[in-house]
């Protein structure tokens, strides 16, 4: 890989190449942040059973990365409340923009991408103001920053686009911090999480919260179906021992669903879901605990408990060719789901996977 990614960078240089596709990256399935057992850290881009095909040094810990909808292009986020994001050729290797979030403000980890590759959006904390933003990057002419607008509440952690347009879902989890304290939480007892669905131009077209009594139900991660349902997962800023529901469906319109498991498997989750993911023909959603070590999964249109997983560590889950794949903090790779569907699998690798596994659109699972 390191000869073709050789050859590759000397026709960019001469300006001969023709533009790349993720063909040229090795075809990835997935992308994922890792801690080397050296300390440090890199982006990998992993196959369908989850060999490895790169990876490319970060300057810290990565934790989510938005891939580039045309081109063999990854973005790799540094972890809340990190401030750098570095823009990736992942079929040549090199370094090809380095962002730094403006004065004042912190990257939460994650980003999307217009429907044409054009613009970068990257939810972001103004934490003098504790307000949230949704940053704005030329990604067609070297990823300068074009603006920001609203994210429609405090402490947006993800941010999606819905297929087929230009409209973005947002996690706003509504928990103020600022980087003087650390990774503290500020605002416990009157935090205000939602759901809101904003456009490139700032106008916010939706914004959905839950009941009160689950104000302290933190909106963090999300997973879009192809005709548009969203999945969200929660994380809850109370005692773990009584916690609401970890997992929502929404669409456009609609009242959310909330996903229930039974009574002693949702007490194992501890009041965490790590990450969430339809399945690849949208019938499922799954959420994942590292704290509990379990995946769960649901009925994508009622919300229903169907069974779980156990895998220690897990936290990084997205659709597979049976099942799911996930990604454990033990360096396992694994997929389908262990008996209830078959075809399980696992690959082990001498890293720590860090949160997330963020699957490339253009490639299908097999």
Not at 48 to 69: C, E, Y
Not at 109 to 130: I, M
Not at 253 to 279: K, N, T, W
Request: glycine letters at 14%; one cysteine or more; aromatic letters at 8%.
């Amino acid at each position: 890989m390191a000869t073709r990614r050789g050859f590759l960078a000397g026709l960019l240089s001469t300006g001969l190449a023709p533009a790349l596709g993720w063909a040229d990256a090795g075809d990835p399935a997935y992308l994922a942040a890792a801690r080397q057992p050296d300390g440090s850290y890199h982006l990998y881009g992993l196959t369908a059973r989850g060999a490895a095909i790169f990876h490319l040094p970060l300057p810290g810990r990565g934790h989510a990365a938005a891939a580039h909808p045309q081109r063999p292009e990854a973005v790799a986020f540094a972890r809340r409340p990190g401030t750098f994001a570095i823009v990736l050729d992942c079929a040549t290797g090199e370094t090809r923009a380095r962002l730094e979030a403006p004065e004042g403000r912190h990257f939460y980890g994650h980003g999307a991408f217009s429907a044409d590759g054009t613009v970068l959006l990257t939810p972001e904390n103004d934490f003098e103001t504790a307000r949230g933003v949704i940053g704005l990057w030329d990604a067609a002419h070297g990823y300068a920053r074009l603006g920001e607008i609203a994210s429609g509440g405090t402490g947006p952690h993800e941010i999606r686009r819905l297929p087929g347009t230009d409209i973005f879902a947002v996690a706003n989890g509504g928990i103020e911090t600022h980087p003087a304290s650390g990774r503290a939480k500020l605002n416990i007892p009157f935090m205000q999480p939602n759901l809101s669905y904003v456009t490139l131009d700032g106008t916010e077209l939706d914004r959905v919260e839950l009941p009160h009594d689950m104000h302290r139900n933190s909106i963090r991660h999300l997973s879009v179906r192809d005709d548009g349902r969203v999945a969200f997962a929660m994380q809850w800023q109370g005692d773990t021992r009584d916690s609401p529901p970890l997992a929502a469906l929404h669409r456009r319109g609609d009242d959310p669903v909330l996903a229930v498991a039974e009574a002693d498997a949702h007490r194992r989750m501890q009041g965490y879901a790590g990450s969430i993911a339809f399945s690849a023909d949208g019938a499922r959603i799954a959420i994942t605990s590292p704290r509990g070590g379990l995946i769960q999964v649901f009925d994508a249109e009622d919300g229903r408990w169907l069974h779980q997983i156990e895998s220690r560590d897990v936290c990084g889950v997205n659709a597979g060719a049976s099942g799911f794949v996930y990604t454990s903090g033990t360096g396992r790779v694994g997929g389908g789901t262990e008996g209830v569907e078959g075809g399980a699998w696992t690959a082990d690798h001498a890293v720590a996977w860090d949160n997330h596994l963020v699957r490339i659109a253009q490639t299908v699972p097999a």
